[in-house]
T-cell receptor, first 112, second 115 residues
Framework: EPEVTQTPSHQVTQMGQEVILRCVPI?????FYWYRQILGQKVEFLVS????????KSEIFDDQFSVERPDGSNFTLKIRSTKLEDSAMYFC??????????FGPGTRLTVT | GNSVTQMEGPVTLSEEAFLTINCTYT??????LFWYVQYPGEGLQLLLK?????DKGSNKGFEATYRKETTSFHLEKGSVQVSDSAVYFC??????????????FGKGTKLTVNP
């Protein structure tokens, strides 16, 4: 069964540092998403990506965040200058346009 | 705005007990409704879904019925097993003009089933 993969599973970084979270979506899917879950809180939508551009983003997704699909397979989320409040589990999802969104196992980001 | 409210956890049951996890929603349009499950150390997996009023989604013994009149999508299972221990998320999606069917999630309910 096809699956979404994410790396790393856990990333520890210092405040102010840049991090890149990586995802490999399912190969024939068209829509890609990032969500995050701060510990004990709900899963929140960050951004959706379609046809090589952002199709929707939330208020959380400010100028510190960016996404790209550099090589047609990887889908990355970059946080330019991390803050303590960016500590969360980040989930990537991909979607064919019909059916369901498929989620990766998540990357736990810890900002110290 | 669009939102999902689900029963706060944690929920602890004995094996073979009946499970209900309540979920209600607020939506500006006509949403599709989902239950996702997250087993320990894994990602979110779709458990079941319903796309219109009175639809019943079902999978692995779990059921939920889309109730438009009460804006609810409660998850039920008649006899839980230890292997059902997980976190359950209720979610909705709405069509977006640009084609992004983002999911709006509830907070999640942690279920522990004891033998």
């Amino acid at each position: 069964e096809p699956e979404v993969t994410q790396t790393p599973s856990h990333q520890v970084t210092q405040m102010g540092q840049e991090v890149i979270l990586r995802c490999v979506p399912i190969s024939n899917h068209l829509y890609f998403y990032w969500y995050r879950q701060i510990l004990g809180q709900k899963v929140e939508f960050l951004v959706s990506f379609y046809n090589n551009e952002i199709s929707e983003k939330s208020e959380i997704f400010d100028d510190q965040f960016s996404v790209e699909r550099p090589d047609g397979s990887n889908f990355t989320l970059k946080i330019r200058s991390t803050k303590l409040e960016d500590s969360a589990m980040y989930f990537c999802a991909s979607y064919a346009g019909v059916g369901e969104q498929y989620f990766g196992p998540g990357t736990r980001l810890t900002v110290t | 705005g669009n939102s999902v409210t689900q029963m706060e956890g944690p929920v602890t049951l004995s094996e073979e007990a009946f499970l209900t996890i309540n979920c209600t929603y607020t939506a500006t349009g006509y949403p599709s409704l989902f239950w996702y499950v997250q087993y320990p150390g894994e990602g979110l997996q779709l458990l079941l879904k319903a796309t219109k009023a009175d639809d019943k989604g079902s999978n692995k013994g779990f059921e939920a019925t889309y109730r438009k009149e009460t804006t609810s999508f409660h998850l039920e299972k008649g006899s839980v097993q230890v292997s059902d221990s997980a976190v359950y998320f209720c979610a909705l999606s709405l069509p977006y003009q640009g084609g992004s069917e983002k999911l709006v999630f509830g907070k999640g309910t942690k279920l522990t089933v004891n033998p």
